[in-house]
């Protein structure tokens, strides 16, 4: 969600057909590219990797977006899993 309080991600949620996202708020307007911008920052500071590990690929002018990780699995997961015990379990 663009133009939030501060940039913040506060679980997952599920979308209509039962697909899972993560409720993710960023304070950059949907301008020129700075929500999907600010999103990318968000997520790598999160999940500890660099920046131009991650990208939209789906979604740049959507509310809903696909992010791509780019990296070694073996090194990924492991960040990626000890995030997921962090945060809040959907409804």
């Known amino acids: 969600t663009p133009r939030a309080r501060q940039n913040r991600v506060t679980g ?3 979308l ?3 697909g899972l ?3 993710a708020y960023v304070t950059s ?5 700075k929500a999907n911008k600010a999103l990318v920052k968000l ?3 999160i999940w500890g990797v660099g920046p131009r590990s991650l990208s ?3 979604g740049s002018r959507d509310r809903y977006k696909s992010v791509l990780i780019i990296g070694e699995a073996n090194i990924l997961m492991p960040k ?8 809040k379990p959907p409804e």
């Open 12 to 14: 997952l949620g599920h």
């Open 80 to 87: 990626l899993n000890a995030w997921l015990e962090t945060i």
């Open 56 to 58: 939209v690929i789906e």
């Open 21 to 23: 996202v993560i409720n």
């Open 43 to 45: 997520l790598s500071n």
């Open 16 to 18: 209509e057909d039962g």
């Open 29 to 33: 307007p949907p301008d020129k590219g």
